[in-house]
């Protein structure tokens, strides 16, 4: 029986592109292959991925498969996992990596169960334990209460990873690398899904995970009105509002802006809590900003327990004042 | 329609940050004195998805829990809040599973009940976060699924699923029987009424144990696990947060501008 070997990346494809997890994951992939001695492999699963692979290849792959096809325009479930199937039964990769997406979450873990091996799923470290050569998968568990470290012996090991917890290499077109085209074989019939619309929930402004400057509000705020403050705040600031759950829920802004374990991961250089307790749920989102501030009421709050900086005021009297204030200080 | 529901008992995500502990020589959470456990949140909204489709055109739901020592008045929620029927799966050998044991013991319990159309489960339980059961149900069952919901309808045998993506939502058509996972964006779960709770005090649930739903004990819980837990550990926050004050809460804003400003923050 053929060994398993090597690490394998699953690249998503985003608008034509190489999406920006990829990237990420083909850093911390090619730190594990080195430190395993092995090869890094690059998968790209799409409909019009043609060329993509370079990319792959450019960002730290030796050698990348794409499986280009019609039907896989749109992720669907049955589709990929097949298309993933056989893919990894080709290549037998030791490691696989996905990210911890739309796709990525359905997608690991029925795959792992279709191969009969297991996944962690949110990994925010992987590391190769030096004795056992086995994957270290750590992953945030109880909302963001606590780190776990699991491994398995079972092959492939599978792991998704969160975004923006691992950093992409440099590009470097000089790279040399393989592309190997795997076709799809799907049968059509086997899909027992269709995609009818996609519906998008656009956040005006500067996309939420790109941002610098993140303002976010919580269930203080109190309705839809109060988020224009931060909405005025955050475009002096140039940067993008955000929100915990609450808020959404409530619909006081789209359910995209929604912040934290199963909302969206943010690291902006700043990052602007107002009237939002800092549950864990929350901080696991937005702990990695590199400068937190916090407006809130309650001095027990356990938003202060992560802010460098804190106003313990109702935030009614503290922004519009804040929002001048800046705004003549950055002269806009 | 005839509808399985899974849900869990965790303890509740909810209770404050700093109540959370861990025993780091037993690698487990303590759970904080005083708080009651519940059901995992997003499996309350799938028994609340449930719920409005029997609510729109009939139906059984059944509702399975997996663990030990369940508390009556936690697992039995789904039924104060309306659900028929709930099976136990509580035997000291379910302890301790993962993903991978925990999927099979309940595919294997949905196997046993037989007629079903609809699966549905939490995206992911509030304790673990893993969000694989749901999947790995589907999978061993041989089910097409379809993954964080947030609005079901059932037409002609199908089910029109809206899913929930990073930038908005997807409408999937999918066959039936499925097993759908359902996400907050469903909608708050209905409270119980005191005519639920009333009624469901009086339902005592069906408790089966690894022979009952055809399995070795050897095949579920810790023994069934496909991943081991090395460590369990809190994150160490940083703690040492400057508060800025000032005469009135306008002067405080108008220093916190100053300090950031200061410090090149902004
Ligand atoms: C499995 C699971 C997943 C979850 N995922 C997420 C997630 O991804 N993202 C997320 O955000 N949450 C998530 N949650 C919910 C999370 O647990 C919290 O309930 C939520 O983050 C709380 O939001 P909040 O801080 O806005 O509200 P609250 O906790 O109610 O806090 C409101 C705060 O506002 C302050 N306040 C009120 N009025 C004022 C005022 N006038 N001026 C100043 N301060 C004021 C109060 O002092 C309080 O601290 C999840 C929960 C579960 C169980």
């Given amino acids: 029986m053929a060994e398993y070997k090597g690490v394998m990346i699953y690249c998503e494809v985003n608008e034509g592109k190489l999406a920006a997890i990829a990237t990420e994951l083909l850093g911390c992939g090619r730190k594990l292959a080195d430190a395993l001695g092995q090869e890094l492999c690059a998968v790209l699963v799409g409909s019009n991925i043609t060329g993509l692979g370079k990319g792959a290849i450019a960002s730290g792959a030796d050698k990348v498969y794409e499986v280009n096809d019609p039907l896989l325009k749109d992720y669907q479930t049955d589709s990929y996992v097949t298309v993933m199937e056989k893919v990894v039964k080709q290549a037998m990769p030791q490691i696989l990596i996905l990210g911890q997406t739309s796709i990525g979450r359905d997608l690991a873990p029925r795959l792992a169960f279709r191969l009969d091996t297991a996944a962690a799923m949110d990994c925010i470290a992987l590391a190769i334990d030096p004795d056992s050569k086995q994957l270290l998968q750590t992953r945030s568990v109880y909302g963001g209460n606590a780190l776990a470290t699991f491994t398995s012996a079972c092959s492939p090991q599978i792991a998704t990873v969160r975004a923006k917890a691992m950093s992409p290499l440099k590009p470097d077109a000089s790279r040399q690398g393989e592309v190997i085209a795997i076709k799809a074989d799907l049968d059509p019939s086997a899909i027992r899904t269709k995609v009818l619309e996609k519906v998008p929930e656009e956040v005006a402004g500067i996309k939420l995970e790109d941002a610098e400057v993140v303002v976010a509000g919580g269930r203080g705020i109190g309705n839809a009105d109060g988020f224009k403050q931060l909405q005025e705040l955050a475009r002096v600031l140039k940067g993008a509002v955000g929100a915990t759950r609450p808020p959404c829920d409530n619909e006081w802004v789209p359910d995209a802006a929604q912040i934290g374990l199963t909302g969206k991961i943010v690291t902006p250089d700043l990052y602007i809590g107002v009237a939002l307790s800092g549950a864990s749920q929350h901080l696991t989102g937005c702990s990695g900003s590199k400068s937190i501030v916090a407006i809130n009421k309650d001095p027990e709050a356990n938003i202060f327990k992560v802010a460098h900086f804190g106003i313990v005021e109702d935030w009614k009297k503290v922004l519009p004042a804040f929002t001048e204030k800046v705004k003549e200080l950055l002269g806009g | ?266």
């Fill in chain 2, 1 to 266: 329609m005839n509808i399985i529901v899974c849900a869990k008992q965790v303890i509740d995500p909810e209770a404050p940050p700093a109540s959370f502990k861990v025993d780091p020589s037993s690698n487990k959470v303590v759970p904080p004195p005083g708080v009651s456990p519940v059901i995992s949140p997003f499996d309350e909204q799938a028994v609340e998805a449930a719920l409005r489709i029997r609510d729109a055109q009939g139906g059984k739901i059944t509702v399975i829990s997996l663990g030990v020592n369940l508390l009556r008045d936690v697992v039995k929620k789904p039924l104060y809040m309306g659900a028929d029927e709930l099976i136990l799966l509580e035997d000291e050998s379910f302890a301790e599973g993962d993903s991978w044991s925990t999927a099979y013991a309940l595919a294997m319990a949905i196997k046993k009940i037989g007629e079903y159309d609809i699966v549905f489960c939490g995206r992911q339980a509030a304790d673990w976060d893993a969000g694989q059961v749901g999947s790995g149900i589907a999978e061993i069952l041989g089910l097409p699924g379809v993954t964080v919901a947030k609005k079901i309808d059932i037409t002609d045998g199908k089910a029109r699923v809206e899913r929930v993506t990073a930038d908005g939502y997807e409408v999937v058509e999918v066959s039936l029987p499925a097993l759908i996972t359902v996400s907050n964006e469903l909608g708050e779960a209905r409270s119980p009424t005191l005519k639920g709770i009333m009624a469901g005090k009086k339902k005592e649930p069906v408790i089966w144990k690894p022979a009952d739903i055809g399995v070795e004990a050897s095949q579920v819980g810790a023994a069934g696990r496909r991943t081991g837990l090395l460590k369990l550990f809190q994150p160490v926050r940083e703690g040492k947060c400057e508060i800025i004050e000032g005469a009135s809460p306008e002067e405080a804003a108008v220093n916190l501008a100053l300090k950031l400003r200061e410090a090149k923050i902004i």
